[in-house]
C-alpha cells in the first residue's frame, strides 16, 4: 500500500466535513449520549489529525502517546503488576520511535520484548502466577503494536483511520436501524445489519478518499469488527463493560481505538 492520491490537508478537510455534518445530526437528534459520543469523537479527530499532520516524527509522538495510555488501560483491566506494567508501557513508547528512525529494526524491538516481558515473572520468581502473567503481557505488546502503523503506514494511515471511524458510525447506524441475528456472543449487542452499514461506510470513504485497495478493503470490512471483538472478549473476561472511563462517550481509549488496532495490523502485514 503507497501514498493516496490526497493530501493531508484533504484527508484533515475530509475528516472535519464529516465531523460537521455528524455533529449537526446529533444535536438536532437531541439525544443527550449521542452528544457525548460525538464530542469523544470531536476530541479524537483533534488529536489524530494534529499529530498525523506533521507527518511521521508527529506519527511517532501520536503512535507513543496512545500506545502508554492504551497499556496503562490494559494493565489495570489484566489486574497486572506494577512492574509488567511498566516494561509493557515503556516498550509501547519505544515502538513507534523505532519505527520512525529505524524502521527495519522493529520487529527485533518488538521480538526482543516479547522476551523481556516474558522474563519479567520469571526474575521475579511467581510460579503461582508467573505463565498467565506473561502471556497476558506478550498479548498486549503484541495487540497494542499495530499503533506503529501510523508511522510506517506513511500518508496512507490518515484515509485509513478516517475509514476505520465512518465504519464504526456505519456499524452503530446499521445495527440500530437494520438489526439482525447477534453478530457473536462476544458482545451481544453487535448485530449483522451493523457490519453491512460499516461496510457501506467504510468503503465509500476509502473510495472518497482514493484510498480504496484489496488492503484497505479488508483491513476496514473483516479486521476492523474483528478487532472490535477482541476487546469484547478481553472486557467480558475482565468482567468490565468498558476499559475505562474518562474519554467522553466511549469509556477508554481502548474502547475507541479497538477497531483500529487490529485493520492497522492488517494493512502492515499485507
Known amino acids: 500500500m503507497t501514498g493516496t492520491e490526497t493530501g493531508t490537508a484533504g484527508m484533515l478537510a475530509y475528516f472535519g466535513g464529516a465531523l460537521g455534518v455528524g455533529g449537526l445530526a446529533v444535536w438536532a437528534s437531541g439525544r443527550h449520549e449521542l452528544k457525548r459520543r460525538w464530542l469523544g469523537w470531536a476530541l479524537c479527530a483533534v ?3 494534529g499529530g498525523l499532520a506533521f507527518g511521521r516524527p508527529g ?3 501520536l503512535a507513543a502517546a496512545l500506545g502508554a495510555v492504551a497499556a496503562a488501560e490494559y494493565v489495570r483491566l489484566q489486574q497486572l503488576p506494577l ?8 516498550l ?5 520511535f523505532a519505527a520512525w528512525l529505524a524502521p527495519t ?14 522474563l519479567v515473572p520469571v526474575l521475579g520468581g511467581d510460579a503461582p ?10 498479548f498486549g505488546l503484541l495487540w497494542l503494536a499495530p499503533l506503529t502503523g501510523l508511522v510506517l503506514l506513511g500518508r496512507a494511515a490518515l484515509p485509513l483511520c478516517f475509514a476505520v471511524a465512518l465504519a464504526d458510525v456505519g456499524a ?16 451481544p449487542a453487535k448485530r449483522r445489519g451493523g457490519v453491512l452499514g460499516a461496510a457501506v461506510l467504510g468503503l465509500g470513504a476509502l473510495a472518497a478518499t482514493g484510498a480504496l485497495t484489496p488492503v484497505t478493503a479488508v483491513a476496514v470490512v473483516a479486521a476492523a469488527p474483528l478487532g472490535d471483538l477482541l476487546e469484547s472478549m478481553l472486557k467480558r473476561g475482565a468482567g468490565v463493560k468498558d476499559a475505562a472511563a474518562w474519554l467522553p462517550g466511549f469509556g477508554g481509549l481502548l474502547d475507541r481505538v479497538d ?7 492488517v494493512a502492515v502485514i499485507l
Do not use: K, M
Open 47 to 49: 488529536v489524530l489529525g
Open 59 to 61: 506519527a511517532a509522538a
Open 83 to 90: 512492574c509488567d506494567g511498566v516494561v509493557l508501557i515503556g
Open 92 to 96: 509501547e513508547l519505544a515502538l513507534p
Open 105 to 118: 529494526a522493529v520487529w527485533r524491538v518488538a521480538s526482543g520484548g516479547a522476551v523481556l516481558l516474558a
Open 129 to 138: 502466577t508467573g505463565a498467565r502473567r506473561a502471556a497476558a503481557s506478550v
Open 172 to 187: 452503530w447506524c446499521g445495527g440500530t436501524l437494520l438489526g439482525g441475528p447477534r453478530l457473536s456472543p462476544l458482545s
Open 259 to 265: 477497531s483500529l488496532l487490529l485493520a492497522l495490523a
